[in-house]
Structure formats: C-alpha cells, structure tokens
C-alpha cells in the first residue's frame, strides 16, 4: 500500500512503500504526476528527474533494505527547487556507511564524465547508474546516515 501524505502547502510530499521491487512502476507513475502537477516541471525534465528518482528507489531496494521493509520517499518542492530523498533501513545485500557510498557514487561519477570527454558511449554499463543520472540531471546529491540504520540519499535540482 502507498501512503501518499501532503505535508504542508509548500509541496512536501512523502511516501513509504514495501521494499519490493514489484511498486517501481507505481513509484515511477507517482513520481511523473508529481514533478508535473505538484512541482510544474515540463515532460522532458519530469521525465529526467523520474528516471533519477526510479534509479533512487530501486537502489534502496536492491542494496539497502530486506524484503517487505519500509522504504521512505520524500519529495520536497520549493520555488525553483526540487529535493528528492529516499531511505532505507540498512538491512540489505550492501551495508554501506553514508561515507563510503558516496565515496563509490563519486568514483563511478568521475568515470563516467571521463569516459564522456574520450567519446566512449556506456552501452557496455548496466543500467543507467546513479552517478550517470546525477552528474547529468541533478545539481547535488548527498548522503547520510539515518536514524533507523539505513542511508538517506538526498538529490537536489535547482530550476
């Protein structure tokens, strides 16, 4: 079940889903109707910035979380800002500290804008890659520990 709670007339807006991999499609339709209707994005970049939300999710699916366990989603719309968090429990297949993922995140960053600069296409990568998306859709990305154990990954755009 998603349970979708509008926090406050500036457009905070957050959800918590299973940890499953079966709800991407919901988190995906969600997301694109909220980057549209509640953040006033056009098609092009609410589809951009859902790619990079849909990458967010599935990461802390994959990596971070045990079947069934909450996944948090917030979604914060602020004049000429959008800030997406996600979080996991910390329970997952990849128990990294905050530090080291982004550590990881920065690497795989700094390859990809290397691998550009030498006209290397990434059709070799799996997925899309979350440093791939970032570097080219988001302004900031950052990483945290969260109280409840698990990582709170935060992306910022600035319209």
């Known amino acids: ?6 926090q406050t007339a500036v457009g905070l ?4 889903v299973p940890a499953n991999l079966d709800y991407s499609a919901a988190i995906r339709d969600f997301t694109l109707a909220s980057l549209k209707n509640v953040g006033g994005f056009d098609a092009a970049w609410a589809s951009r910035m859902q790619l990079a939300v ?3 999710f599935m990461n ?3 990596y971070g979380s045990r079947p069934g366990s909450p996944v948090h989603l917030q979604f914060d719309f602020a004049p000429h800002r959008l800030r997406v968090a996600v ?6 297949a990849c128990p990294l500290g905050a530090r ?10 700094k390859a990809h804008i290397a691998r550009e600069q030498r006209g290397e296409t990434n059709l070799a990568l799996s997925g899309r890659g979350l440093s791939q998306l970032v570097s080219s859709w988001a302004d900031e990305l950052s990483f945290e520990d969260s109280p409840a154990g698990g990582i709170r990954v935060t992306m ?3 319209l």
């Open 60 to 62: 802390a699916v994959r």
């Open 13 to 16: 807006v957050s959800l918590t």
């Open 100 to 109: 080291e993922l982004a550590t990881r995140v920065e690497a795989a960053r």
């Open 156 to 158: 910022t755009k600035t």
């Open 87 to 92: 979080e996991d429990c910390g329970e997952g």
């Open 54 to 56: 849909d990458e967010l």
């Open 1 to 6: 079940m998603i349970d979708v709670e509008p």
